[in-house]
């Protein structure tokens, strides 16, 4: 079956980490760019964290808000992209979804939750 799922998401303080992963089953995902997106009820979904395929350089780009806290990477042996999340905070708070545009798959999310 073709799919992505995501994991890692759960309920943590401000200041701590998770690390979410974004796995492929079905295809390879090291063909593929894929995006970490998160979205909040009643707010637009924002695009968190993008990487590129490794024989390009797995070029990345990030949100201005998660800038210098946010690490996305990809195990290709694995077909899983990761993104660390630092020094969470409460505006982080979101259901994160990964996607692999170029087969038009998407996750089925994971929450996150930073609350003291």
């Known amino acids: 079956q073709v799919q992505l799922m995501e994991s890692g998401g759960g309920l943590v303080q401000p200041g701590e980490s998770l690390r979410l992963a974004c796995a492929a089953s079905?295809?390879?995902?090291?063909?593929?760019?894929v995006t970490w997106y998160r979205q909040t009820p009643g707010k637009a979904r924002e695009l968190v964290a993008s990487?590129?395929?490794?024989?390009?350089?797995?070029?990345?780009n990030y949100a201005e808000s998660v800038k210098g806290r946010f690490i996305i990477s990809r195990d290709d042996d694995e077909n899983i992209v990761y993104l660390q999340m630092n020094n969470l905070t409460p505006a982080d708070t979101a259901v994160y979804y990964c996607?692999?545009?170029?087969?038009?798959?998407w996750g089925q999310g994971t929450q996150v939750t930073v609350s003291s």
């Open positions: 996607a692999a545009p170029g087969r038009k798959l």
């Open positions: 079905g295809f390879p995902l090291r063909m593929y760019p």
């Open positions: 990487i590129g395929i490794s024989i390009r350089g797995s070029s990345s």
